[in-house]
T-cell receptor
Framework: DAGVIQSPRHEVTEMGQEVTLRCKPI?????LFWYRQTMMRGLELLIY????????DSGMPEDRFSAKMPNASFSTLKIQPSEPRDSAVYFC????????????FGEGSRLTVL | AQSVAQPEDQVNVAEGNPLTVKCTYS??????LFWYVQYPNRGLQFLLK??????LVKGSYGFEAEFNKSQTSFHLKKPSALVSDSALYFC????????????FGKGTRLSVIA
């Protein structure tokens, strides 16, 4: 079975540019989570969706960040404009509707903003 | 709000020796507890979880974890460490109330020395 698929795996961009990260969750999973990992702050939840609806976006750092889930098989995380402090690894994870269920993570998108 | 603490940033152990990676939690009600492992440049991989039942939970790669309600702990253990176990380990908790995200600890880096 295909796991959670993220693209791109690596992105290097210049400050001020728009960045779009993409995620395809596991088929049949109805919850999707975006996390950010940095050395300083560890793993932070940015936003999560249940049944394509954003439930909690309180972890989104600021208005430069936005996320969408237009359908059950696709989500995007957009940063516009990007800043050097956005450099991090961004993970997407999905899970089934069970609260006892584990999250399945993608391989991450490593973003470097110069 | 639920939280987990991993008191050790780094754990070093000799190959063949038993290992323990510590985790304590704070949550209202009964907790759902998880352990994940992250290898370099990879996503997080699920190891095991405690939902209910036996306090000793067995998981992947020979790992197990012991749930201790009185000490609010969920330590990860393995009887005999392998060099290939060297990685970053995360404890996570999920509270009650629907399909909520996991809240992760800061991670513990395990180094197994040959």
């Amino acid at each position: 079975d295909a796991g959670v698929i993220q693209s791109p795996r690596h992105e290097v961009t210049e400050m001020g540019q728009e960045v779009t990260l993409r995620c395809k969750p596991i088929s049949g999973h109805n919850s999707l989570f975006w996390y950010r990992q940095t050395m300083m702050r560890g793993l932070e939840l940015l936003i999560y969706f249940n049944n394509n609806v954003p439930i909690d976006d309180s972890g989104m750092p600021e208005d430069r960040f936005s996320a969408k889930m237009p359908n059950a098989s696709f989500s995007t995380l957009k940063i516009q404009p990007s800043e050097p402090r956005d450099s991090a690894v961004y993970f997407c994870a999905s899970s089934s509707g069970q609260n006892t269920g584990e999250l399945f993570f993608g391989e991450g998108s490593r973003l470097t903003v110069l | 709000a639920q939280s987990v603490a991993q008191p050790e940033d780094q754990v070093n152990v000799a190959e063949g020796n038993p290992l323990t990676v510590k985790c304590t939690y704070s949550v209202s009600g009964n907790p759902y507890l998880f352990w994940y492992v992250q290898y370099p440049n990879r996503g997080l991989q699920f190891l095991l979880k405690y939902i209910t039942g036996d306090n000793l939970v067995k998981g992947s790669y020979g790992f197990e974890a012991e749930f201790n309600k009185s000490q609010t702990s969920f330590h990860l253990k393995k009887p005999s460490a392998l060099v290939s176990d060297s990685a970053l380990y995360f404890c996570a908790v999920r509270g009650l109330g629907g399909n909520t995200p996991l809240v992760f600890g800061k991670g513990t880096r395990l180094s197994v020395i040959a």
